[in-house]
């Protein structure tokens, strides 16, 4: 073998490796898109299905019994999250999750944390958030009790890699989907309803 060919050969060797390394990394592009996907779809439904809980129980307090016809019968703000019996409720619930039985209304999710376990991606932590907003501006806070409570649902999860808002006025129709930090949050919107 002359000088020649093995020049030959190492090009080769050389090419071959070069392919081999980009093959490599569009396979481990291709898997972390899956993955990121695949925790994206997971943390969209449990967000969902706690949203869900949270609009099947009463908007306040105050309106688990009665009719509310004034907003200074609901509850301040300051005294949002669970009273009482439902300080039972886990600082980490896990399944079966308490807060289904446990809490009666919108507000005792307030600051409510749950671990909630996929079958395929283990556990996506999931916290709450609820606030009076105005009523001419759902984006807007209000310092005083309104019919009107935003609920701020996020989801997080070490595969999430792009992560996403997603904000509905009700909690069917999403009106935006944006980027943000490494969780989903998805809004919704409780409203009281005087009359049935």
Aim: no cysteine; net charge negative.
């Amino acid at each position: 073998m002359n000088l020649g060919q093995i020049l030959l050969i190492v090009l080769a060797l050389a090419l071959l490796a070069t392919l081999q390394l980009t093959i490599n990394s569009s396979i481990l592009r291709a898997s972390l898109v899956t993955m990121d996907n695949e925790a994206k779809i997971d943390a969209i439904s449990i967000a969902q299905a706690m949203i869900d809980e949270i609009n099947s129980k009463s908007f306040d307090s105050s309106t688990t019994s009665k009719i509310v016809h004034f907003t200074t019968g609901l509850t301040p703000q300051i005294r949002f999250g669970p009273e009482g019996a439902e300080l039972t409720v886990p600082a980490y619930d896990q399944e079966p999750f308490k807060s289904q039985t446990v809490f009666n209304d919108v507000d005792d999710y307030h600051r409510y944390t749950r671990l909630d376990h996929s079958s395929t991606l283990g556990a996506f932590m999931v916290r709450d958030s609820i606030i009076y907003v105005t009523s001419t501006n759902q984006d807007v806070y209000s310092t005083s009790p309104t019919w009107y409570k935003k609920i701020f649902v996020i989801v997080k999860h070490p595969n999430l890699i792009d992560s996403l808002v997603v904000s509905s006025s009700t909690q069917d129709i999403p009106k935006r989907v944006s980027y943000v930090g490494d969780s989903i949050m998805i809004k919704s919107l409780a409203v009281y309803r005087e009359y049935f």
